[in-house]
C-alpha cells in the first residue's frame, strides 16, 4: 500500500490537515519538481521537504547556516521517530564518520548540512553514493547578495542543479522581498521549477490609504477615533519630524514617544521599553525601529510618509495586530512625497543597479497607493501569493471609489506640462491650468501659453489627484535629478493622441472649483456690548485657550499673538470645532499654523467638550 501526504501528516506528525500551500508543494516536490517556497516563520514549511524526504527513496538533504540549531532540529525529528542525523565541525571524527556510514546504509531519512560542508569534495562523494531524495535549502535568502543575511557560501550552491540533476531542489524562505526572490531563483538556478507564497495574508489588518492633509492633526482624529488609548506605531521618513510629530500628539494628550537612530542609546531603550511595557503608548518612528518588535497588541501602524516599496510597507505593517485581533495600517500620502522620495534616491550613493532597483520599487509603491481594486489582493499578488475575493477589509472594498473619464483632465495637464517645457513642478503646471495671476507666471510669459487658465473644472485638489493618478500609472514622472519638475513619459504622448483613454478615481477631496467658503469669526449675535464673548461658558473657554496658547508660545519662542490671535481664539472658543476641518474654516487658520498647531487646540477643545458634558 503506497502512503500518501497526508497519511505521513497524520501518522508521523499527528496533523489532520495541511495548512497554507503545503499539500501543493509537497505533490509538486514529491513527483520530482523544484521549487521556492515563501511563507512567515512558523509557516509550517519544513514538513514542505520533510514529507517528501519521507515518501521518496534515499535520504533527503537539508542545507542550513544555522548549525547551532541542527541539533535540537534532529532531537526533535528523532521524537518522531524519523531518521535523522546531522554531520558539522561540532560533531568529533568519529561521529561524523558514523553518520557517512549511516548514510552509504541507507539508514538515513534526513541528513542537515551546513552549505560549506556541503561543498566540500568528500561530502560531494558521499551524497553521489547515498543518492538524496530530495535537497532543501533552507533560509535561501542567504544566497541574496543584497540581503542582510548574505553568506557566500550559499553561492557556490549553483553546482546542486548540474551535480544531482534530476533530484528535485526546494528553496525555503521567510522573505518575501521581491528582488530576493529573483536572487534565489537565479543564483540557485531553480528557474524551472515554480513558485509558492503562502500565508503571506493578515486578514484582521485594514488596509486604508488616504490623501494627507492637515499634518499631525489627521493621525490625531484617526487615533482618538478609531484606537483611543491603544498602541500603535507612527512611521515618519525624517528623524525631525518624528520628533516633531511625537511632540504634537503628546501636546494633545497622548503618551507618544519618539524613536530614530539618532536618539541617545538610553532614550531609544527607555521608549522602546516603554512601548513594549506601558498600555497604550504610541511610538512615533523612523524605519529604524520595529526589527524584532515583537509586542502582540500594536492595533495600528500608520505610515505618515510614503514608504520606500511594498516590501517594506508590508513588513512594517506587519507589526500590527500578531494577536489577530482588529488592527489598521494607514497610510497617509501626498504628492510631495513622490518628489522627496525620487530625490533622496537620485542623490543616494548608490549605483545605478540599485537605483534601478529602487525606483521600480517605488513606482509599485506608488501604483499600488493609487489602486481603484482591492488593496489586498494586489499586495499578496506582489508577493505571489493569491486571493481569490476582494477581501472586504480595505479602504477600496469598504468604500469603493468613484471614477471618472478623465481623459481630456489629463490631456490639459500633460499638455500644460509640455507647453512650460517639463521644467516645472506640479504647483506651478497647476498654477498655469488654473490661470492664476501669479507673478512669475507673468515672469515666464506663460499667461500667453493656449493652457492658461483652461483648468477650471478641477480645483488645485483635484488637479493633485489627476496629477498623482498620472504619476501612479507611469503617464507622468518628475526629473531625474529629483528637483520634482515634471516630466512627459512615452505613455503621455499615447494620452495626448487620444490612444489611450483614462478612467480615474475621483478623489472625494475632487469637486468643481468654487469661490473659497469665507471664513468663520465670531458671529456677532455672541458677543457682548464691549466685544467680548456673551457666553460665560465660552469666555471661560477663551481664557483657557489662551493659557494653551501661553504655553505653546513659550516653547517655541514665538510671541502668543504668532500662534494665534485673540480674534481667532475666541472664534474657537465660540464656534469649538471638533475637528481640523472645522478648525480650518475659523479665520486666522492657515494650513501651516493648523499644521502646527491645530492638534493642541482641537484637544484642548475636545477635553472642555469632555468635561462640560461629563
Ligand atoms: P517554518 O519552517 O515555516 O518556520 P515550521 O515548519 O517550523 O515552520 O512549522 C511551524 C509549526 O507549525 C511547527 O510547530 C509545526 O509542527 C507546525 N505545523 C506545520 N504544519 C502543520 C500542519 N499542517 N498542521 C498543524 N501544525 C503544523
Ligand atoms: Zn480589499
Redesign the pocket.
Known amino acids: 500500500m503506497t502512503r500518501t501526504p497526508l497519511d505521513i501528516?497524520g501518522t508521523v506528525?499527528g496533523?489532520d490537515?495541511?495548512?497554507g500551500r503545503?499539500a501543493e508543494v509537497i505533490d509538486h516536490v514529491t513527483s520530482g519538481g523544484d521549487a521556492l517556497l515563501l511563507?512567515p516563520?512558523?509557516?509550517?514549511?519544513?514538513?514542505c521537504y520533510q514529507i517528501p524526504a519521507l515518501l521518496r527513496e534515499g535520504p533527503g538533504i537539508v542545507i542550513s547556516p544555522l548549525i547551532a540549531l541542527m541539533q535540537d532540529q534532529v532531537t526533535a525529528l528523532r521524537q518522531l521517530g524519523i531518521r535523522a542525523a546531522f554531520l558539522n565541525s561540532t560533531l568529533s571524527p568519529g561521529e561524523q564518520r558514523s553518520v557517512a556510514a549511516q548514510l552509504r546504509a541507507g539508514d538515513l531519512d534526513l541528513l542537515y548540512l551546513a552549505p560549506e560542508r556541503l561543498v566540500q569534495e568528500d561530502t560531494l562523494d558521499l551524497l553521489a553514493i547515498a543518492r538524496p531524495s530530495v535537497i532543501a535549502i533552507d533560509e535561501a535568502h542567504c544566497v541574496s547578495q543584497w540581503g542582510h543575511d548574505f553568506r557566500p557560501e550559499y553561492l557556490q550552491l549553483d553546482i546542486l542543479a548540474e551535480k544531482f540533476a534530476g533530484v528535485p531542489r526546494l528553496a525555503?524562505t521567510?522573505t518575501a522581498d521581491f528582488r530576493t526572490r529573483e536572487e534565489i531563483v537565479a543564483n540557485l538556478k531553480l528557474e524551472g521549477g515554480r513558485i509558492f507564497a503562502t500565508g503571506f495574508d493578515r486578514p484582521n489588518i485594514r488596509y486604508l490609504v488616504t490623501e494627507r492633509s492637515g499634518g499631525t492633526a489627521q493621525v490625531l482624529r484617526f487615533i482618538r477615533n478609531e484606537y483611543p488609548g491603544q498602541a500603535g506605531i507612527v512611521y515618519c521618513l525624517s528623524r525631525k519630524k518624528t520628533e516633531k510629530v511625537a511632540a504634537q500628539l503628546a501636546a494633545a494628550g497622548l503618551t507618544a514617544l519618539p524613536y530614530h537612530a539618532g536618539l541617545p542609546a538610553k532614550v531609544r531603550a527607555d521608549n522602546q521599553k516603554r512601548f513594549l511595557n506601558e498600555d497604550g503608548v504610541v511610538i512615533v518612528a523612523t524605519i529604524a525601529f520595529g526589527m524584532g518588535i515583537d509586542k502582540p497588541d500594536v492595533r495600528f501602524v500608520i505610515h505618515n510618509d510614503m514608504p520606500a516599496g511594498l516590501e517594506a510597507y508590508y513588513q512594517e505593517t506587519g507589526r500590527a495586530g500578531r494577536d489577530g485581533l482588529p488592527s489598521t495600517a494607514l497610510l497617509t500620502y501626498g504628492l510631495q512625497d513622490v518628489v522627496l522620495r525620487r530625490r533622496m534616491l537620485e542623490n543616494s550613493e548608490a549605483d545605478d543597479l540599485h537605483k534601478r532597483i529602487e525606483r521600480q520599487r517605488l513606482d509599485a509603491m506608488l501604483a499600488w497607493t493609487e489602486l481603484v481594486t482591492c488593496r489586498r489582493q494586489a499586495l499578496l499578488r506582489h508577493f505571489g501569493d493569491d486571493l481569490a475575493e476582494p477581501c472586504g477589509n480595505c479602504d477600496i472594498c469598504l468604500f469603493p471609489p468613484e471614477t471618472f473619464d478623465a481623459t481630456v483632465a489629463a490631456q490639459k495637464l500633460l499638455s500644460c506640462v509640455a507647453r512650460t517645457g517639463q521644467r516645472f513642478g506640479a504647483n506651478y503646471v497647476i498654477d498655469v491650468l488654473l490661470g492664476s495671476d501669479h507673478e512669475r507666471i507673468f515672469r515666464f510669459g506663460h499667461d500667453g501659453l493656449s493652457t492658461y487658465g483652461i483648468g477650471t473644472e478641477l480645483d488645485r485638489n483635484g488637479w493633485r489627484t489627476v496629477l498623482r493618478q498620472l504619476m501612479a500609472r507611469g503617464i507622468l514622472t518628475t526629473d531625474a535629478e529629483g528637483i520634482g519638475s515634471l516630466v512627459l513619459t512615452p505613455k503621455s504622448r499615447e494620452v495626448l493622441s487620444g490612444e489611450l483613454t483614462l478612467e480615474l478615481r475621483k478623489n472625494p477631496l475632487i469637486k468643481p472649483a468654487g469661490r473659497k467658503k469665507a471664513k468663520k469669526s465670531v458671529p456677532a449675535a455672541l458677543l457682548a456690548e464691549d466685544g467680548a464673548l456673551a457666553d460665560p461658558e465660552a469666555a471661560a473657554r477663551f481664557e483657557r485657550l489662551r493659557e494653551l496658547r501661553l504655553k505653546l508660545a513659550k516653547e517655541a519662542e514665538v510671541p502668543p499673538y504668532v500662534v494665534f490671535h485673540d480674534k481667532t481664539l475666541a472664534a474657537m472658543a465660540a464656534l469649538r470645532p471638533r475637528d481640523e476641518s472645522e478648525l480650518m474654516a475659523i479665520s486666522g487658520v492657515g494650513e501651516a499654523k493648523l499644521e502646527r498647531w491645530g492638534a493642541a487646540f482641537l484637544a484642548a477643545l475636545a477635553e472642555d467638550g469632555d468635561s462640560l458634558e461629563g
Not at 516563520?41 to 514538513?47: D, E, I, N, Q, R
Open positions: 501528516l506528525y496533523f490537515s495541511f495548512k503545503q511563507a516563520t512558523g509557516g509550517g514549511k519544513s514538513l525555503c521567510a
